[in-house]
Nanobody, 121 residues
Framework: EVQLVESGGGLVPAGGYMRLSCAASGFSFDDYAIGWLRQAPGKEREGVSCISRRAKITDYADSVKGRFTISSDNSKNTVYLQMNSLKPEDTAVYYC??????????????WGQGTQVTVSS
């Protein structure tokens, strides 16, 4: 059974940084793609970043390129999202998700419960 548990959200001032973690179980990082999505109030869910060892892909939304970095620690079955130079518009609930196709097309099959990130202006 695939399980994803996010942590690391909270309140940060604009210009600050934060690292989100996603503890994963029930699958191999070598087979699936793992990504982060976010949803702000009143807005559609947005793909933020994705990493796939299988497809050798690391992808970022244009809105976060140069500021966010996705990484994985296979020994800990954990994926991280390092977020720097945070902006108020980054405020959202952030979800960790898994794509069993391993393709990083942001068509995810499993989701975590989400963690709130709030960036104050």
């Amino acid at each position: 059974e695939v399980q994803l548990v996010e942590s690391g959200g909270g309140l940060v001032p604009a210009g600050g940084y934060m690292r989100l973690s996603c503890a994963a179980s029930g699958f191999s990082f070598d087979d699936y793609a793992i990504g982060w999505l976010r949803q702000a109030p009143g807005k559609e869910r947005e793909g933020v970043s994705c990493i796939s060892r299988r497809a050798k892909i690391t992808d970022y939304a244009d809105s976060v390129k140069g500021r966010f970095t996705i990484s994985s620690d296979n020994s800990k079955n954990t994926v991280y999202l390092q977020m720097n130079s945070l902006k108020p518009e980054d405020t959202a609930v952030y979800y960790c998700a898994v794509d069993i196709d391993g393709s990083c097309l942001y068509e995810f099959d499993y989701w975590g419960q989400g963690t709130q990130v709030t960036v104050s202006s």
